[in-house]
């Protein structure tokens, strides 16, 4: 599970090599007219049609038609899809967990040595993404099944840069100065955090990145594998204590906007709107990269909001962790359009246009860095050169009843109100099931 | 004769008192689906007769606008269309104190430079230095907004959202869906009647047993039949033909035994007759019994209509979630979630829905209300 040096180096030297590396040029394939592709996923507006224009693309090239449906119960969906075995072509993964259970389920198909190769080629550090993406089939061998499109970072706090000066307060350099400033804004009759975990069937999700951010910042990396493993039951006094932090945050009614009571009802894509409100209901947000994405219309970064690091403890002698994630896109069967599609988005050009639109950062060593949206984007590269360490997404890499289950309705549970100790029972309870 | 008087007047009181309860959502929906969405978004649908107070955000122009004039550097704009009927009361500089001046009072920025605001939104940004920032600061203002009714969020919903083409889908679904099994059941109806065969009554048995099993435990294995056969076909599980079977499917039992009822109660002395003049059971069901029984066929026509149109879970399973098969309880749910802060797209695109069975009630309610009597009472 050591993806530290290797993952941080993926995206690292992708984002140093992308400001010299050319444009990749246009994408040219086979001809597939008559020939279809349906992707399905959990990206909806404005992702979703981000997503269909790449799909135009590969449209325009091969005269193949591509659809892209999206759905906000997507972990439910896709499972009912493939059980029943009429998933559709392309299916993007939010979390690798989940890649592997449908894999072991046999829905997936071997994207083999080809495709392999090209990740190996392309993606900075492939072979850890190879690692990633690699799970085992429902006879238990190990199969090369899906490649990352889009990663992100998520140790980010967003704010407005007005805000900040308008009350006078600092970007704070560490975590003391970070609970520090909270109380500080609360006191002066702000609100410091916006926090939303409602995402559909996947509500609770938010708050597992909270905790994976906090774990990283309270305990070694090595305890955080052990916990991802499970080889640290869930509810291990180290996990508490990192749920209780989070806690301080969330479960405060002067912490956060709407009390603590709209933390689990708020959702997530309207969570960060509190920043740019008149007068502003939160000062801070604490979302990965594509966050964005959902910021309101004509918001410019750097301008109308920015990020800071989430920061580590100075007192702490843990460096300044990193946290981030990816969505895998696999195929459901091994027809030449669908196979194609794959071979597609490791071209650059699909990488290059959605980077354009922003909320996109990728390994792809191919592309041409100047098509980032803004310099806001280019800025998460000093977040990945900063880090000391970088992990991958715990409850992505946990199996899928905990990563996309348990341990989201217990995160929710959590905000309502029932205590650590319960809600980490409860996980950990639903873990030993599934051994 | 006076007591019953007034008790009538305490039922039809009572019945306005429900009327008006369960009629208030569908009304404020209506009426926030027509209003404009910046409203919208901070003012119960209640007042939207009244002029709501608005707080804004705008930014004001960057250096590229500035002209120079005498000893300043001048930045003017405007901060929202002059003829929008908006009124500026207060205005701010800084985000903690969004109110500090009235209209027409000059505010000064801790860098010196001087702002003023007049009533319809327009500024003058003045500084003795010259404004070097791409982007201008941020304006605080305090608006009073007339009520504003508007047919955008319509055309946005319909055309921009998707809504139009789900509703179309929709009506794609539901129709073939209400229709097929309306064709089959009575035929079979027909025969679990008139037509004496073995086994006859063990048939109609096992269909009224069907009706228990529920619906949602066969989601999957019927999927996986339909793998399967389209596997056989080449053509994709997850189709049209494929949703107006289950709906189909899943309807049989129940219209069935509805338009069996019905078709009972018709008199069977009108039956023996035809045979005894020669007509042919294809004969006395084309020519007796649909014409007879057309007020039956209308009000299961109606109900299942309105189960396939407001259906979630079976489009949800049978189709694909894409623009050309999604249903409109999908895209809604969908918009839920994605557009979840626009409440605009949401009151609309629930309104759009809510036409086509509305319109059916209206038009149909006698049929509706003989439909929940369907079999009841012996004719």
């Given amino acids: 599970m050591n993806y530290i040096s290797k993952i941080l180096l993926a995206t690292l030297t992708s984002i140093m090599l992308s400001f010299t590396a050319l444009a990749g040029g246009h994408y040219t394939g086979p001809d597939l007219s008559g020939q279809k592709v349906v992707m399905f996923g959990p990206w909806l507006s404005p992702e979703q049609e981000t997503m269909r224009e790449v799909g135009a693309i590969f449209e325009k090239a091969t005269g193949a038609t591509f659809e892209y449906g999206g759905s906000d119960s997507f972990e439910q969906q896709v499972m009912i899809d493939l059980k029943a075995g009429s998933a559709a072509d392309l299916v993007v993964f939010p979390q690798p967990g989940l890649a592997a259970n449908a894999a072991a389920m046999g829905g997936l198909v071997p994207l083999g040595n080809e495709i392999k190769q090209m990740v190996l080629d392309n993606y900075a550090a492939g072979q850890s993404w190879v690692d990633l993406s690699t799970y085992a089939d429902e006879n238990g061998n190990d199969q090369f099944n899906a490649i990352f499109f889009r990663t992100n970072v998520k140790s980010l706090v967003w704010y407005s840069p007005d805000n900040f000066e308008d009350n006078g307060y600092e970007i704070p350099g560490s975590m003391e100065e970070l609970i520090a400033l909270t109380r500080q804004m609360a006191s002066d009759g702000n609100t410091p955090w916006c926090i939303g975990l409602g995402s559909g069937a996947a509500t609770g999700w938010p708050a597992t990145d ?48 709407g009390g603590s009571k709209a933390v689990a009802t708020t959702d997530f894509r309207d969570a960060p709107n509190g920043l740019f409100t008149s007068p502003a209901e939160c000062m801070m947000h604490r979302q990965a990269s594509f966050i964005p994405a959902f910021f309101p219309e004509g918001s410019e970064a750097g301008v109308d909001y920015d990020f800071f690091y989430f920061p580590a403890y100075a007192s702490k002698d843990l460096g300044t962790p990193v946290l981030g994630a990816g969505t895998l896109v696999a195929a459901t069967n091994d027809n030449q359009a669908t196979i194609e599609f794959i071979k597609f988005l490791m071209h650059p050009e699909p990488h290059e246009y959605w980077m354009a639109k922003g909320g996109f950062l990728t390994p792809h060593k191919g592309v041409d860095g100047s098509k980032y949206a803004s310099d806001t984007f280019r800025k998460l590269g000093e977040v990945l ?25 217990g995160m929710v549970d959590y905000t309502n109100g029932k205590s650590a100790k319960d809600v980490a029972d409860a996980i950990q309870d639903s873990w030993d099931a599934i051994k | 004769m006076k007591k019953k008087n007034l008790s009538s007047i305490f039922s039809q009181l009572l019945l306005l008192f429900f009327v008006i309860i369960w009629i208030i959502p569908t009304f404020g929906l209506f009426i926030s689906s027509l209003r404009d969405k910046d409203l919208l978004a901070i003012s119960g649908w209640w007042t939207a007769l009244t002029t709501t107070k608005v707080n804004e955000i705008h930014r004001m122009s960057g250096m590229e606008d500035q002209i120079k004039v005498d000893d300043y550097f001048i930045i003017k704009g405007k901060l929202f269309e002059t003829n929008s009927g908006k009124k500026i009361q207060n205005f701010g500089i800084t985000s903690k104190r969004i109110d500090e001046y009235v209209v027409g009072e000059i505010a000064i920025f801790k860098d010196k430079s001087e702002v003023t605001v007049d009533e319809v939104g327009n500024y003058i940004w003045k500084s003795k230095t010259e404004f070097t920032k791409k982007k201008g600061k941020r304006l605080f203002i305090s608006v009073l907004s007339p009520p504003a009714f508007t047919f955008d969020n319509y055309r946005e919903v319909l055309f921009k959202e998707g809504i139009g083409r789900a509703f179309i889908n929709t009506a794609a679904v539901a129709l073939p869906s209400t229709i097929i099994p309306l064709i089959i059941c009575s035929f079979f109806a027909y025969a679990l009647t008139w037509m004496k065969f073995f086994g006859r009554d063990t048939l109609l048995a096992i269909i009224i047993a069907s009706l228990v099993v529920p619906l949602q435990m066969s989601l999957i294995p019927i999927l996986t039949i339909y793998n399967d056969f389209g596997a056989l076909f080449g053509v994709a599980a997850k189709s049209y033909p494929g949703v107006w079977m289950a709906h189909t499917g899943f309807g049989l039992a129940s219209t069935t035994f509805l338009l069996r009822n019905f078709i009972k109660s018709l008199p069977s002395e009108m039956m023996e007759a035809a045979k005894v003049d020669g007509a042919s059971h294809y004969d006395i069901f084309l020519k007796i019994i649909i014409p007879l029984s057309i007020p039956a066929f209308a009000s299961i026509f109606i109900l299942q209509f309105l189960w396939c149109w407001n259906d979630l879970l079976v489009g949800l399973v049978f189709l694909d979630q894409v623009p050309s098969e999604i249903i409109l309880t999908a895209k809604l749910k969908e918009l839920l979630g994605s557009r979840g802060e626009n409440w605009e797209i949401l009151t609309t695109g629930a309104f759009v829905s809510m036409t086509v069975p509305l319109f059916i009630f209206f038009a149909l309610q006698k049929y509706f209300i003989r439909g929940l009597l369907a079999g009841s009472v012996k004719g």
């Fill in chain 1, 210 to 257: 909270w905790m994976e951010d906090i774990m990283l910042r309270t305990h070694s990396p090595q305890v955080y594998d052990m916990w991802v493993s499970n080889e640290m039951p869930f509810n291990d006094p180290r996990v508490l204590e990192a749920m209780d932090f989070f806690g301080t945050f969330a479960l405060n009614d002067q912490f956060v906007n």
């Fill in chain 1, 385 to 409: 050169t900063g880090a000391t360490t970088f992990r991958f997404d715990a409850s992505d890499l946990m199996p899928g009843a905990i990563g996309a289950g348990s341990f989201w309705t």
